[in-house]
């Protein structure tokens, strides 16, 4: 077992090798923020048709991983100058490692992001982070709707 507060962690680019467990953080942090958003239908849809696996397919080679002592607890995409899928496992946040993904994807030239309007607690991270919202848009979330800003930092 890894202890939350004392530990060593490794900024790294995605292998295959961390497909399971990139897997399973993403779907977990999916269904904590947007599994009381979304419909029960949308929730079986991205079960069902496995869009964790997706998203994996398409972004793996450009994702960011935080890992501690090989497992990964954090992972950031950043293609075509925008970040997405910024998730942390929850016995890890508040350890500055989103932090730390979020500058480092921004270093690799990620200037914009989208979040969803209810996720409050996102859009504060992000504005501690120095980023600013810039517009509203709709987000497709697993083909729900989801109202959402697009924040960005110079």
Known sequence: M????????????AMDSDYDDLHRLLFSCWMETYG???SPKTVRRFTDED????????????MQVADIAG????????????????????????????FSLLHNA???????LSVGAFNISAIGFYERCGWKESGRLSED?????????LMVRD
Do not use: W
């Not at 869009?51 to 450009?62: A, D, P, Q, T």
């Open 2 to 13: 890894i202890d939350p507060l004392n530990f060593d962690c490794i900024f790294r680019p």
């Open 36 to 38: 009381r958003q979304v």
């Open 51 to 62: 869009c964790v696996g997706e998203h994996l397919r398409l972004f793996l080679n450009s």
């Open 71 to 98: 497992r990964v607890v954090g992972a950031i995409n950043q293609t075509d100058g925008c970040i997405t899928a910024l998730n942390v496992a929850k016995e890890f946040r508040r350890n500055r490692i989103g």
């Open 106 to 112: 921004y270093m690799a030239g990620g200037r914009r």
């Open 141 to 149: 979330v697993c083909g729900a709707k989801i109202a959402a800003f």
